[in-house]
């Protein structure tokens, strides 16, 4: 292109690109000066990526209250299978659920390894600590790539809110957790 | 400008809690050299793209770029560090540096890797006075291994950029 001032010599460089190079690094170019859609920030969802069995699953990082190693987990009996029973959390006995169990999953062959953890999540009042294979990520989603769960009738898809590009599925927490099948272990109030 | 450094790097969180202090570099290759700079000068890492020559503007200054409404400088790395210049091809880097609220890119053959050290692995860069006006961005040596990386010091690298990397936007977008 020609330009009506001295070019600096790191410039210089820059006219030697070969025709065909030049024309992607223009069309790049057009891409990087758009701005991003919307406001400055993009609107994204901190997700905390669980392993669940041999699945992944994401909760919205906003309701997660802790992590802990999973350990101190009181058996009670006669509960539902999905529930793996009660942890003392400063005081307060919180609900453990085994969430391998309560999503149906096949457990993960390692069973018992170091890196399953209580995954504590409170939404709607309630808290529970989630039994899981290990924490894996936190990564920051924008809104479009949340794609909504198959809207299939029934009330087990409704688990799942949103299933992420690359397939990881958010739980749906405010749902989950009023789950009248929970309803036997956890007291609300 | 050296108010007190302490530390032969600036920026760091100091630590707290008894750990060896560390670094994390982003290592990049001019001129089949390593070369660093601290991670948390680094925004992000893009694609070449089509830079904008300006007038005026010292000879490592290779134009500006739109980045995404805002008008940055972009440095070549080679040219600034004395390095004969070369065209960018289609895979090579821009590294996005961030300085405060400025912003600018820097031109660097290839990026390698990002490596984590202990302090003790930086040593200051010797007083050689080679004279050719390039040593003054070194603001390091750190051995990683077998490798002997010049970290650089972006105040010093890009003080001639600043008047142009200054916050600048463009409000009237024409698309």
Known sequence: ?189 | MDVGRTSLLPGREPSTDGEPAGHTLVVFELDGREFALPIQDIAEILQMVLVTPVPEVPPWVAGVVNLRGRVIPIVDLRTRLGIATRPPELNTPILIAEQGTRKLGLIADAVRDVVSLEDAALEPPPELGTGDGHEDAVAALAQAGERLIVVLDLERVTADAAPLAEARHITDHAD
């Open chain 1, 1 to 189: 292109m020609p330009t009506e001032f001295a070019l600096s010599h790191a410039a210089m460089a820059m006219t030697e690109i070969p025709e065909d190079v030049l024309r992607v690094l223009e069309e790049r170019a057009r891409q990087l000066a758009r701005p991003l859609d919307g406001d400055a920030v993009p609107e994204t969802t901190s997700l905390l990526v669980l392993q669940v069995g041999p699945e992944r699953y994401a909760v919205d990082v906003d309701a997660v209250r802790e992590i802990k190693p999973r350990e101190g987990v009181t058996p009670l009996p006669g509960l539902p299978s999905f529930w793996s029973g009660l942890v003392n959390q400063r005081g307060n006995l919180v609900p453990v659920l085994d969430l391998t169990t309560y999503l149906g999953l096949p457990s993960s062959p390692e069973g018992d390894t170091e890196e399953a953890k209580l995954v504590f999540v409170g939404a709607e009042g309630v808290e529970v600590a989630f039994v899981v294979d290990g924490v894996r990520e936190i990564r920051h989603t924008p809104a479009q790539d949340l794609h909504p769960s198959v809207p299939v009738e029934g009330d087990g898809v409704r688990i799942v809110q949103h299933v992420t590009k690359d397939l990881v599925s958010v739980l749906d927490l405010s749902y989950l957790l009023r789950d009248p099948a929970l309803t036997v272990g956890v007291d609300a109030k």
